[in-house]
């Protein structure tokens, strides 16, 4: 078949495009792993905000172990309670930094899952729109 015997509307060869590139076919949501998901998130436009997030997450990370190693550090060696203290709320601290930037990329994967799904519903109404149109 020639391109020119193509007797397609410029609607099914959009669908025809999309189905090849495997968008409705795509693994369904609930059966994506969790890094399937993060590692979709650094596909999209904000690449460079997710980016520029997992680094502070890591270096935060980082700095956690250590200060909870000086705070039992401190502890086991008996320091004094203000010592004992800063250590323990500089962990705590740097936990709720960890825990809030986790947080926020549990919600854009689920915002990036739901848009995604949106635009498969979209795509199917369309379809069937055109489908059930009048022959005029």
């Known amino acids: 078949m020639s391109p020119s015997d193509d007797k397609r509307t410029p609607d099914q060869k959009i669908f025809d495009d999309i189905f090849r590139k495997g968008f409705l076919h795509d693994k369904n949501e609930a059966d994506k792993s969790i890094s399937d998901r993060a590692i979709a998130l650094l596909g999209t436009k904000s690449r460079a905000v997710y980016l520029a ?4 997450y890591v270096i935060f990370t980082g700095v956690t172990l250590w200060v909870v ?3 039992f550090w401190a502890y086991l060696s008996a320091a004094d309670i203000r010592t004992l203290v800063f250590w323990g709320a500089s ?9 809030g930037t986790e947080l926020w990329f549990w919600m854009e994967m689920n915002r990036n899952s739901l848009l995604r ?6 795509l199917q109404v369309s379809l069937l729109r055109e489908e059930n149109k009048p022959d005029a």
Do not use: S, T
């Not at 997030?53 to 502070?56: D, G, N, Q, S, T």
């Not at 799904?117 to 979209?122: D, F, G, I, P, Q």
């Open 91 to 99: 962990a705590v601290l740097c936990g709720l930094v960890i825990v």
């Open 117 to 122: 799904e949106v635009k498969r519903l979209e």
């Open 53 to 56: 997030l997992i680094i502070p």
């Open 69 to 71: 190693y000086k705070f």
